[in-house]
């Protein structure tokens, strides 16, 4: 609901819940990657594991490339079935971050809709730390939603024993701002303010991204 991503690259709306499979992204990879160094973004801009990876694997593909062309990695997603993948990523460097936007599963549902639930999402988070891998919770966009709710959201993020959090803005965009205001959700400086606080009282490193 919240999403930016159709402004930034230019897409309609209406065609934004097509998922269009890039069948030979991996065979793409293994060619671009010649004379390349540093470290790989996934998940930059749209979600490397939405529900079409669980049929078709592309991201796991990928990330075999990547394994054995010892590259760094730096991977963000919303979804669980990232602990799919959870033993070649553990074996690879780098690091995951998870988007916690709530601990309601019913303001997720409204903003995130079609997204894991953020009971799950702080599963995942506690079981990629377990097992060692470089893992963040990133808060955000802070909403309105959230005022008088934050401290719920930084007890549920340090219980997973991640050490660090990056908070997130809401980026406004014309379009994007429209559709919000019509539901009367907005960004938070105040619940910001207050979640970086708390967050650094419990002990954790925190960022702001974006």
């Known amino acids: 609901m919240y999403c930016y991503a159709p402004e930034v690259l230019h897409a309609d709306w209406k065609d934004w819940r097509v998922v269009k499979v890039r069948s030979n992204i991996h065979d793409r990879l293994s060619k671009e990657l010649s004379g390349l160094e540093g470290t790989i973004g996934i998940?930059?801009?749209?979600?490397?594991?939405?529900?079409?990876?669980?049929?078709?694997?592309?991201?796991?593909?990928?990330?075999?490339?990547?394994?054995?062309?010892?590259?760094?990695?730096?991977?963000?997603?919303?979804?669980?079935?990232?602990?799919?993948?959870?033993?070649?990523?553990?074996?690879?460097?780098?690091?995951?971050?998870?988007?916690?936007?709530?601990?309601?599963?019913?303001?997720?549902?409204i903003t995130e809709p079609g997204a894991p639930l953020p009971g799950k999402r702080l599963e995942t988070l506690r079981r990629l730390s377990e097992r060692g891998i470089d893992t963040y919770a990133l808060i955000g966009p802070v909403l309105n939603h959230l005022e008088g709710n934050e401290r719920d959201l930084v007890d549920a993020v340090v219980s997973t024993g991640v050490k660090r959090v990056y908070i997130d803005a809401l980026n406004p965009r014309p379009l994007l701002m429209d559709r919000l205001a019509r539901m009367n959700i907005r960004g938070s400086e105040t619940s910001r303010e207050m979640i970086r606080r708390l967050a650094t009282d419990s002990g954790l490193i925190v960022k702001d991204v974006f």
């Open 43 to 109: 998940g930059t801009v749209t979600d490397p594991y939405q529900y079409a990876e669980k049929r078709f694997r592309l991201t796991e593909k990928c990330l075999k490339i990547l394994k054995e062309k010892d590259f760094r990695i730096h991977l963000h997603t919303k979804s669980d079935l990232i602990l799919r993948d959870i033993d070649l990523i553990s074996s690879m460097r780098g690091e995951v971050g998870i988007t916690i936007t709530s601990v309601s599963d019913k303001y997720s549902k």
